[in-house]
């Protein structure tokens, strides 16, 4: 236990088989349970995390047949610390990247701070994120500006690190269906945390980059989280802004979306229009700038709003 707090950690593992039992025997001892979900690898995964389930009690390993994705793996690893009454889950991957002296971070923002959630960000405090290769640093700036937007978490930073500790209340909360099960895990993870109004924080841990290799795949992977986002963007929106309590938010989006896209059609008829020796009148012109302007205060009303109403 960790200050009154069982603690479970989940481990999905696809093909770890060099670094598994390293990352496996790294974990804590005050950790009560530790859930390894492999996910169909064909490799000795299994193997490894037998022995060392063999001289530690705490490891369970789960198998899956066949190959479902990390967010399933995590999942299966949620459940699991759920039923066996867990306080928190702390999601670890199978390839050592989630330094575990750094575990108690993420415990004592929900136990001191009341916390739902607390995630790891690489890029807090000075030169935690410089070992990152810059290609991932890049592509790590696009999406968590996009997974902002989506989610609603417009404080939270670095969205793709999978370090999680999170409260089984929280879990037991959540729709753990809809959480994404592949890739887009976080990104997911992170809308449907908001649609609960759940507190989540932000953390600096560093990772550690060895010889691991990165399974995602650019043109299998961001097309799909790209996906994830907006499709959670608009259920977040409905669900939060609409169904549970109506809020000027969403009246604000749909009024101004509305109106640019009027705008915008009136423009390029306009601009049709007036190819040739014809040429559009002020009137015209106005019907789409006036709307347009009126269309983009509105959307900037909303953002405003959704910024502030971030759980806090």
Known sequence: MYRDKKIAVVVPAYNEEDLIATTVRGVPDFVDAVAVTDDASVDGTAARVAEVAASDPRVTLIRHEENQGVGAAVVDGYRKAVADGMDIAVVMAGDNQMPPEHLQRLLDPLIDGGYDAAKGNRFLGEQLAMRMPRHRVLGN????????????????????????????????????????????????????????????????????????????????????IMLTLFSGFWRRVFLKYVLYNFHPIALFLFAGLALVAWAVGIGAWAAIYSIGPESATTGTVMLSVLPFLVGFQLLLAALVLDIINEPR
């Open 141 to 224: 700036i696009v999406l968590t500006l996009l997974t902002k937007m989506a989610s609603g978490y417009w404080s939270i930073f670095d969205a793709q690190n999978g370090y999680w500790a999170v409260t089984t209340d929280s879990l037991r909360r959540l729709d753990l269906s809809r959480i994404a099960r592949r890739y887009d895990l976080e990104n997911s993870m992170l809308i449907q945390m908001n649609i609960i109004n759940a507190r989540v924080a932000d953390v600096a841990i560093p990772a550690v980059y060895g010889y691991e290799q990165s399974a995602i795949r650019v043109w299998r992977d961001v097309p799909r």
